[in-house]
């Protein structure tokens, strides 16, 4: 048996194979009565979608979006929301020379050693191909934290390989963010980044990097002081992305190197606002597993994408050594594409933990 559902209360369960019929999701515990703005998930849909760039996957799927239930008369219900994502550009025969070979990097030997079977087609389950259906479930929950809490997530691409943006505590807008096919704010180090994956490409290798994210708008005290803390929770959803190798948060590992007193964040109280905040954010917006008010800021880092067109020493399923050159279409780098389900992966893990602290209905 496998897990396929994540949260408590905001309950995702995702379903589908990357060269099956339909991949999609199931969420369960959405409350109802949210009037849904259906142009706003496929927007977010076509985010994700391949085949967007040059530097992406060619696979060309649309993308298109069906909620087959739990919404009404554009509403929700209450009920279990279905999203149904068909896929319509599988080349299966394209991975006809991966059905008896493990590829370095990915899981295929793993899963059968598990389950003692698997879906070669493209990587089957374990193909990033599913994360589509858990934006779509992410569009909605956004929808529902910017309308009744005012909260958003700001996620761009801040490195790939050597090349880095410029490190600041200042988010930038969606629209220079989307500017930009890599989804890197700053137009100089964006072209930089393109010119890496091109290089990349061109010698049938690939590229990680790195992602930063801001939650903004978290009231005081969401997450839980012991277990369930905000950070492990973020954790929990973000590591569950293919290919993401760490997530640190605030100045993350450079605080191993510092002095309480050049670490910690003063509490300040604001007698204009009325509100309570800190006079630094290095923290990242989380003190004792709970948000201060401040934005949440993460740092995940992306490994490089297994599977490249370069010569590799692997095993076949009779245990022989042999030398691999993988075809197919894949993403030279993960990144630009990876945006958007970072996004949805804290949308619905920040919708889930507000829910358990009573946030049930909508006035």
């Known amino acids: 048996m496998s897990r396929n559902s994540i949260g408590k209360n905001l309950i995702l369960t995702s379903f589908g194979e990357s060269?099956?019929?339909?991949?999609?999701?199931?969420?369960?515990?959405?409350?109802?009565?949210?009037?849904?703005?259906?142009?706003?998930?496929q927007r977010e849909m076509n985010r994700r979608r391949p085949g967007q760039s040059s530097i992406t996957t060619q696979r060309n799927?649309?993308?298109?979006?069906?909620?087959?239930?739990?919404?009404?008369?554009?509403?929700t219900l209450g009920t279990p929301i279905a999203f149904l994502i068909p896929n319509k550009d599988a080349k299966s025969n394209d991975y006809l020379h991966l059905k008896d070979i493990y590829r370095p990097g990915h899981a295929d030997l793993l899963y059968d050693q598990k389950y003692g079977h698997r879906d070669w087609r493209g990587?089957?389950?374990?193909?990033?191909?599913?994360?589509?259906?858990?934006?779509?479930?992410?569009?909605?929950?956004?929808?529902?934290?910017?309308q009744y809490h005012q909260i958003e997530v700001t996620a761009w691409v801040s490195q790939i390989y050597n090349v880095l943006a410029d490190s600041t505590e200042a988010i930038p807008s969606q629209d220079a963010i989307e500017q930009s096919i890599v989804r890197c704010p700053d137009p100089v180090v964006s072209e930089k980044m393109v010119?890496?994956?091109?290089?990349?490409?061109?010698?049938?290798?690939?590229?990680?990097?790195?992602?930063?994210c801001a939650i903004q708008g978290m009231p005081l005290g969401v997450g839980e002081p012991v277990f369930g803390k905000l950070n492990a929770?973020?954790?929990?959803?973000?590591?569950?992305?293919?290919?993401?190798?760490?997530?640190s948060f605030g100045d993350g590992f450079d605080v191993a190197s510092k002095t309480g007193s050049n670490n910690n964040d003063s509490w300040v109280y604001n007698k204009e606002t009325g509100k309570i905040g800190t006079s630094s954010n290095?923290?990242?917006?989380?003190?004792?597993?709970?948000?201060?008010?401040?934005?949440?800021?993460m740092e995940i880092a992306f490994k490089p994408t297994s599977t490249i067109a370069a010569m590799q020493s692997t095993i076949n399923s009779s245990h022989e050594q042999v030398q691999l050159e993988a075809a197919g279409r894949h993403d030279?780098?993960?990144?630009?594409?990876?945006?958007?389900?970072?996004?949805?992966?804290?949308?619905?893990?920040?919708?889930?933990?507000?829910?358990?602290?009573?946030?049930?209905?909508?006035?």
């Open 282 to 297: 290095h923290a990242g917006g989380i003190v004792g597993g709970m948000s201060t008010g401040e934005p949440v800021f």
């Open 61 to 75: 799927e649309s993308d298109e979006v069906q909620l087959v239930s739990g919404v009404f008369e554009g509403k």
């Open 195 to 212: 010119e890496a994956i091109e290089k990349a490409r061109l010698s049938g290798d690939s590229l990680g990097g790195k992602i930063t």
């Open 19 to 41: 060269h099956g019929a339909f991949i999609g999701a199931v969420l369960d515990g959405f409350p109802a009565g949210l009037e849904v703005n259906f142009a706003d998930i």
């Open 123 to 146: 990587g089957g389950r374990s193909s990033a191909r599913i994360t589509a259906g858990w934006v779509a479930a992410g569009a909605l929950a956004k929808q529902w934290l910017k």
């Open 233 to 247: 929770v973020l954790g929990n959803y973000i590591l569950s992305l293919n290919a993401v190798k760490g997530i």
């Open 332 to 363: 030279p780098c993960v990144l630009p594409r990876a945006v958007p389900i970072v996004e949805a992966l804290c949308h619905l893990a920040v919708m889930d933990l507000l829910l358990e602290s009573g946030s049930k209905t909508i006035n």
